[in-house]
């Protein structure tokens, strides 16, 4: 053991020795180690950051799926109402508070996730905002008509205006449902979504039929 210790001794010493008569070879092999330390701190790295983004866009997919669930119950119910007001009453307050925190907390997570999913949760966030916006304005709409027995109502100008809003809203809903699908792919036994002529407030004649049908 002694014998070995001595002559690895002797060979380190000499190899020192020969380095430090010759510089320029032992500033290469130092820069040579220096060069796979530091692909290796950047491999690593590296892999941190897929494993974060892979991370994030498995869980993304919690809370963009609950978001475009209650956004499409409200393009489901969209096609069963006659009138706008209501839809945004219904539609809006604690659902649409509900469904932001849902969208907040599903952009954040796309972000890190990056790729296909930063950019469809950034649509999906604008999307969002415009149909909130278009509830909120409905749902705080102006009455100044009056009803025969005096109470407010809704002029036919701000009834055309409601079904405008209420188009609009639709819009950025489909917008918003087809952007969280990417995040959290819509499944088979999730049934299909309403498509506009099946809303009434969007097809003429659809519409007409309903309120015919409507008790008076």
Do not use: C
Not at 19 to 26: G, N, T
Not at 53 to 82: D, H, K, Y
Not at 172 to 191: D, M, Q, T
Request: no cysteine; hydrophobic share 45%.
């Amino acid at each position: 053991m002694g014998a070995a210790y001595y002559w690895l001794l002797a060979h380190v010493s000499a190899t020192y020795d020969w380095l430090l008569l010759h510089p320029d070879v032992a500033s290469a092999i130092a820069t040579f180690f220096l060069t796979i330390f530091g692909a290796i701190q950047i491999g690593l790295e590296i892999w941190k950051r897929r494993d974060r983004e892979r991370s994030a866009a498995i869980e993304a997919t919690g809370p963009a799926w609950l978001a475009r669930r209650s956004m499409e119950a409200a393009m489901r119910f969209a096609a069963e109402v006659n009138e706008p007001f209501g839809w945004a009453g219904w539609t809006g307050g604690p659902r649409v508070r509900r469904i932001q925190r849902q969208m907040l907390k599903t952009l954040r997570l796309a972000s890190v996730a990056g790729g296909k999913h930063a950019k469809a949760g950034q649509q999906a966030f604008t999307a969002f905002v415009g149909f909130a916006d278009r509830v909120n304005a409905l749902a705080a709409h102006p009455r100044t008509g009056r009803s025969e027995t005096g109470a407010p109502t809704y002029t036919d100008a701000e009834k055309a205006n409601g079904r405008k809003l209420f188009g609009e809203a639709l819009d950025h809903l489909e917008s918003a449902v087809a952007a969280l699908a990417v995040i959290a792919p819509r499944r088979l036994e999730e049934g299909t979504l309403p498509k506009r002529a099946d809303v009434p407030l969007l097809a003429p004649n659809r519409r007409a039929q309903t309120e015919e049908g409507s008790p008076a």
